[in-house]
């Protein structure tokens, strides 16, 4: 699972993750999410998920444009991401660290910590005709880029 080249995955735009500028003094942290700081996207959209029962997973789908950053606001999560020729799996649990994952690449998030909060800061406002929510497809179009 775990691949020997760090950031490898993803033949389009690897995934990494950013550290976000954080301010801190003794009312507590400020972390600050900004294009130019470790971002390479304009963000057009933003969700996040919450009150996620034990054991659910989420993901099981690809973007073919979309570009994202992954924060666990609170609590933590893996994300698991393969473009097809390697995986590699991320674990989320800083709220000033996201994950950074580009278009075509299969992920999915498992491990949810309870109350986790995960926040999703994305380059494109919601279309579904541009998700590929089947693995096979996925694979074909992302081995057809090589
Ligand atoms: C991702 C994970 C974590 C909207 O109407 N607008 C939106 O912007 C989004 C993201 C979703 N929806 C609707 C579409 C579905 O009826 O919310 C419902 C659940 O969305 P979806 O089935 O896409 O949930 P996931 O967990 O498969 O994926 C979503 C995001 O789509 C995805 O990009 O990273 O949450």
């Excluded at 130019?36 to 789908?61: K, L």
């Excluded at 893996?78 to 709220?95: R, S």
């Amino acid at each position: 699972m775990t691949n020997p080249i760090p950031g490898s995955v993803g033949r389009v735009s690897p995934c990494r993750l950013v550290d976000l500028p954080e301010h801190s003094d003794p009312r507590g942290r400020l972390t600050v999410v900004q294009p130019g700081t470790g971002i390479d996207f304009e963000i057009h959209r933003a969700y996040y998920i919450h009150h996620i029962p034990d054991g659910a997973e989420r993901g099981a789908h690809g973007h073919r444009r979309l570009r994202q950053i992954i924060i666990a606001v609170h609590g933590s999560f893996d994300v698991v991401v393969d473009d097809g020729f390697a995986q590699d799996k991320f674990t989320l649990d800083n709220p000033s660290r996201g994950l950074y994952v580009g278009p075509m690449v299969w992920r999915d998030m498992i491990n949810f910590s309870p109350g986790t909060v995960g926040l999703w800061l994305v380059s494109e406002p919601y279309d579904e005709t541009e998700y590929y929510r089947d693995y096979e497809t996925f694979l074909r179009d992302a081995k057809a880029l090589s």
